[in-house]
T-cell receptor, first 113, second 113 residues
Framework: KAGVTQTPRYLIKTRGQQVTLSCSPI?????VSWYQQTPGQGLQFLFE???????NKGNFPGRFSGRQFSNSRSEMNVSTLELGDSALYLC????????????FGQGTRLTVV | DQQVKQNSPSLSVQEGRISILNCDYT??????FLWYKKYPAEGPTFLIS?????DKNEDGRFTVFLNKSAKHLSLHIVPSQPGDSAVYFC????????????FGTGTRLTIIP
């Protein structure tokens, strides 16, 4: 069974640009969550989607948005990139919303210059 | 507001000895706790979990202990092996608006051969 797939793995963008990251969950999983990891900050929750609906949202500005498609695949978008947005963005999939274990992808390393 | 805290950023343990990683939480609505292990440039890997109705859960070399009154959990690894060197994150989730996984900032465990 394939794991969680995130694309691209690495990305370099310029300040002010926008970026879209993609996540394909484990087959059969319907919930997708996004996290931002920066040094010293651990994993900060961005948002969680289930059945194409955002179920939870973390404390990030409106520049961070996401969506989920009918096949459970999810995308997150960051507009007007800032240097501080440089981070590892991780996607996790769960069988259902609020389900106990979440399985992570390898992440997308975003560098903003 | 850090609801899940790992106060030790790093820990070094001799190979073959016991590794004890600690985690404290403040939100009494949390009812499920998880430990994840993370290698550089990879996503976190689920290790072991515990429900709030239990105080101990074992899986091979890994044991998680939960002290609800103290809002404290710990992960014991016995015996420690070089491959255990990684960053360990504890995470918690609950119900009624607390369904998202809330992570600690991680503890870097180094096993000394």
């Amino acid at each position: 069974k394939a794991g969680v797939t995130q694309t691209p793995r690495y990305l370099i963008k310029t300040r002010g640009q926008q970026v879209t990251l993609s996540c394909s969950p484990i087959s059969g999983h319907r919930s997708v969550s996004w996290y931002q990891q920066t040094p010293g900050q651990g994993l900060q929750f961005l948002f969680e989607y289930f059945s194409e609906t955002q179920r939870n949202k973390g404390n990030f500005p409106g520049r961070f948005s996401g969506r989920q498609f009918s096949n459970s695949r999810s995308e997150m978008n960051v507009s007007t990139l800032e240097l501080g947005d440089s981070a590892l963005y991780l996607c996790a999939s769960s069988l259902e919303w609020g389900f106990t274990e979440a399985f992570f992808g390898q992440g997308t390393r975003l560098t903003v210059v | 507001d850090q609801q899940v805290k790992q106060n030790s950023p790093s820990l070094s343990v001799q190979e073959g000895r016991i590794s004890i990683l600690n985690c404290d939480y403040t939100n009494s609505m949390f009812d499920y706790f998880l430990w994840y292990k993370k290698y550089p440039a990879e996503g976190p890997t689920f290790l072991i979990s515990i429900s709030s109705i239990k105080d101990k859960n074992e899986d091979g070399r890994f044991t998680v202990f939960l002290n609800k009154s103290a809002k404290h959990l710990s992960l014991h690894i016995v015996p420690s092996q070089p491959g255990d060197s990684a960053v360990y994150f504890c995470a918690a989730r609950g119900n009624f608006g607390n369904e998202k996984l809330t992570f600690g900032t991680g503890t870097r465990l180094t096993i000394i051969p």
